[in-house]
């Protein structure tokens, strides 16, 4: 296994340093060229945000020089293993070999004194192409609409409060979220797209990315004095006039008119320290069939609570965050019997994260994941229960502010209800395990 490590990382540098050649290594992406700030004032590292990059997005991403065109580029690199195939090569494409996963284009910048955004518009050079049978044939690229975030904002500040008010239209549920203990931007924040391809993966509830480009999501939210955050929305499905939020995506989550969305949080900076509680949900209907409306409704019922605390005090910077998320679902009537054995069902997520990085050069993480539900023998016929649960942990280094290279390495100690023989075929959850090497460049 290290030699086969060994071999990936010689091709993987390779593979960094053409794209080192292919640019300007000193440049910046679109938001420090607009406040001429370095990455790390708004990044403990990317996308982990610091007060001051809270403040940033808060306040519509208008801080600095606008630009004419607020536009930045990211390409990734990486080599993917899985640790057994059991002999069946063909099910696990692309192992061992280096890959260029794709790249994303970034809209991101102010529009004036009170408005913004975050685009991101992302080509996978790794979609998998499928027969009618739905087996796998090929890989071959696709672009589509990736997060979004477009803001107004104001501030309003006297002797006895600073008030930030604003308002957010976004397609991926906690997006818009300026704390990275929510799901769309929590860890781990670069994943292996192989492993999805592959069929790798915890559940997780409809919070946690079942919504992600497949929705517009309209907010108006506040914080006062640096302190208390509020925030209250609706999402609905991306659509229609929305349709630009959705481009590319099979919408297989089809949400049925608005449903509500909530933010509450306090947060509290001292020296070089800060900490948030809160907690957010959501209350949604989606429709059993995407194409016919007709054909019922399952209602999502997503609470979560968060927390997080950050030290930034160089050399040393630390940070950790955790959130947990109850997930109650009512299913369809016509599907109790049929899919699910129940009429109600429960998931339950808990993610757990600590990073430390010594002059954000080096890097460490390491991270629990836990995903548990109740008992259900229709959908989850072999152990009869969705339990996946785990660790990550990740070494980074920083070439350069916009460069990084990744080793991640995932742990499953159980996997969809059970330790060894989860299918019925041998298969055990450590076999599922990931050693993902990777590097980005963004400009």
Not at 284 to 298: F, I, K, R, T, Y
Not at 373 to 380: I, N
């Amino acid at each position: 296994m290290i030699a086969q490590i060994v071999r990936s990382s010689r091709r993987l540098g390779a593979f960094g340093l053409l794209l080192l050649l292919a640019g300007a290594a000193q440049a910046l992406p679109s938001y420090a060229r607009q406040t001429g700030q370095d990455c790390v004032a708004c990044h403990l590292s990317f996308p982990e945000l610091t007060p001051y990059g809270r403040m940033f997005k808060l306040n519509g991403y208008t801080f600095g020089e606008h630009k004419t065109l607020p536009l930045a580029v990211m390409a990734v690199g990486s080599v993917t293993r899985v640790a057994n195939t059991q002999g069946n090569d063909a099910a696990y494409p692309k192992r061992n070999d280096p890959v260029l996963e794709g790249g994303s284009l970034f809209i991101a910048g102010g529009l004036g004194s009170h408005a913004g955004m975050f685009s991101q518009w992302t080509y996978n050079n790794l979609n998998p192409v499928t027969d009618t049978n739905g087996n796998f044939v090929r890989f071959g690229g696709q672009t589509t609409v990736d997060n979004n975030d477009w803001r107004i904002a104001d501030r309003l500040t006297q002797d006895e409060y600073d008030l930030i008010v604003g308002m957010s239209l976004n397609n991926n549920p906690t997006v818009q979220d300026v704390w990275n203990s929510t799901p769309a931007f929590s860890y781990p924040f670069q994943t292996s797209r192989l492993a999805g391809v592959w069929g790798i993966g915890a559940p997780t509830t409809l919070i946690e990315g079942g919504l992600a480009q497949q929705v517009a999501g309209y907010s108006a939210y506040a914080m006062l004095n640096k302190h208390w955050y509020g925030e209250f929305g609706a999402y609905r499905a991306a659509d229609g006039l929305f349709k630009v939020l959705s481009h590319g995506i099979n919408i297989g989550n089809r949400l049925q008119g608005n449903n509500p969305y909530w933010r509450f949080a306090y947060n509290q900076e001292w020296g070089s320290n800060s900490v948030e509680v809160g907690t957010f949900g959501m209350n949604a209907h989606v429709q059993v069939d995407p194409a016919d409306p007709s054909a019922g409704l399952n209602h999502y019922r997503d609470v979560g609570l968060d927390v997080q605390y950050q030290h930034l005090l160089d050399p040393h910077v630390w940070s950790a965050q955790a959130y947990y998320v109850r997930e109650t679902v009512d299913w369809n009537a016509a599907l109790v019997g049929n899919s699910v054995a129940n009429s109600q069902s429960t998931l339950r997520a808990f993610h757990l994260k600590g990073t430390y990085w010594y002059n954000r050069t080096w890097g460490a993480t390491l991270s629990y994941f836990n995903e548990r539900g109740s008992t259900d023998y229709l959908a989850y016929p072999q152990n009869g229960v969705p339990d996946t649960n785990g660790f990550t942990g990740e070494l980074n280094y920083m070439i350069r502010q916009n460069w990084r290279v990744g080793l991640q390495y995932t742990d499953f100690q159980k996997y969809r209800g059970a330790s060894s023989n989860y299918d019925g075929n041998g298969r055990n959850a450590r076999d599922n395990n990931i050693t993902y090497l990777y590097t980005w460049f963004a400009y």
